[in-house]
């Protein structure tokens, strides 16, 4: 199995609904969003996909958010779904899923809210 991984960053404000803590609060994060994908055979370049291809996927949906206020953003503005970086990272999977080739599957999508925190989001079961 080959995984290839790209990173893209995007600048956008939110706050937290129903939260007790400064995060209910407007501000914002440049956010770093890591994406990983596996398959299992190469092209006959020998590229499971080409860099630039799923930098190009994986920008459409960051350029969404990009510059946004994502509490006004569909799924994150509906009544109980904030958008936290476990959600967005969610959000990024199950769009960007719904975009690759069949070949290929997403090993893990993770978003970075600063440089010492981060959360993923993953198919399989994690114990």
Not at 78 to 86: I, S, W
Request: charged share 25%.
């Amino acid at each position: 199995m080959y995984r290839l991984t790209v990173i893209k960053r995007f600048a956008a404000a939110h706050r937290l609904v129903n939260y007790q803590g400064q995060c209910a609060r407007l501000h914002g994060h440049t956010w770093t969003v890591e994406v990983s994908v596996g398959g299992e055979k190469l092209d006959s370049c020998g590229m499971l996909i080409d860099f630039r291809a799923l930098k190009e996927l994986v920008g459409k949906i960051v350029g969404e958010l990009d510059h946004s206020y994502l509490n006004d953003l569909h799924p994150f503005n509906e009544l109980n779904f904030n958008p936290t970086a476990e959600n967005l990272a969610r959000h990024i999977f199950y769009k960007l899923k719904s975009l690759l080739p069949p070949d290929l599957t997403i090993s893990e999508v993770r978003v970075w809210e600063s440089p010492d925190v981060c959360a993923s989001y993953r198919e399989d079961v994690i114990p």
